[in-house]
T-cell receptor, first 110, second 115 residues
Framework: DAKTTQPPSMDCAEGRAANLPCNHS???????VYWYRQIHSQGPQYIIH???NNETNEMASLIITEDRKSSTLILPHATLRDTAVYYC???????????FGTGTSLTVIP | DADVTQTPRNRITKTGKRIMLECSQT?????MYWYRQDPGLGLRLIYY???????NKGEISDGYSVSRQAQAKFSLSLESAIPNQTALYFC??????????????FGPGTRLTVL
């Protein structure tokens, strides 16, 4: 499975959009992009996933570039409860191996 | 009630002791996973199981063994615990969706300290 590169930390003002980038330049055609977040040592929580197209759900939007080598997770109106470590993962659709990396620590500032 | 439960939630033990961490799920999923997380790092896969007859090593299986007693139960054992196995351990389950993606559902974690 392809590995990912994320910035180690980011800040975002409360109420503003948080844009978290991820590079996955070695992604293969059948690998999905997943985003999870982990709040203070709790179990990671699924946010969103995508293959080729941009995706949106009640939590976030996922923008995948046309060449699929990078993506951006967008939290449209960040709240203090969105402070967490965000992991970008790419994995084959059989999904047996998730490589979490070190993620991006997002701090939402009042 | 939580869909994925782990017991114990916290455990302190001594070097050389045998330890078992247990995971149970009520989601009806076939796939189960064990991960460990060290401070400041992401989760790393220890073992995974696609059904009760299928056990596979993950990225860091040395020093660990697992048992899949039933679809709903997946146990992780440390036969002879050592201090560098001090970590946060997570169990997860999944069931591939018809669209091919594979969302994993995580338990609350077990914090293990080996003295």
């Amino acid at each position: 499975d392809a590995k990912t590169t994320q910035p180690p930390s980011m800040d975002c003002a409360e109420g503003r959009a948080a844009n978290l980038p991820c590079n996955h330049s070695t992604i293969s055609g059948n690998e999905y992009v997943y985003w999870y977040r982990q709040i203070h040592s709790q179990g990671p929580q699924y946010i969103i996933h995508g293959l080729k197209n941009n995706e949106t759900n009640e939590m976030a939007s996922l923008i995948i570039t046309e060449d699929r080598k990078s993506s951006t997770l967008i939290l449209p109106h960040a709240t203090l409860r969105d402070t967490a470590v965000y992991y970008c993962i790419v994995s084959h659709n059989t999904g047996n191996q998730f490589y979490f990396g070190t993620g991006t620590s997002l701090t939402v500032i009042p | 009630d939580a869909d994925v439960t782990q017991t114990p939630r916290n455990r302190i033990t001594k070097t050389g002791k045998r330890i078992m961490l247990e995971c149970s799920q009520t989601k009806g999923h076939d796939r189960m996973y064990w991960y460990r997380q060290d401070p400041g790092l992401g989760l790393r896969l220890i073992y995974y199981s696609f059904d009760v007859k299928d056990i596979n090593k993950g990225e860091i299986s040395d020093g660990y063994s697992v048992s899949r007693q039933a679809q709903a139960k997946f146990s992780l054992s440390l036969e002879s615990a050592i201090p560098n196995q001090t970590a946060l351990y997570f169990c997860a389950t999944s069931e591939p969706a018809s669209g091919g993606y594979n969302e994993q559902f995580f338990g609350p974690g077990t914090r293990l300290t080996v003295l």
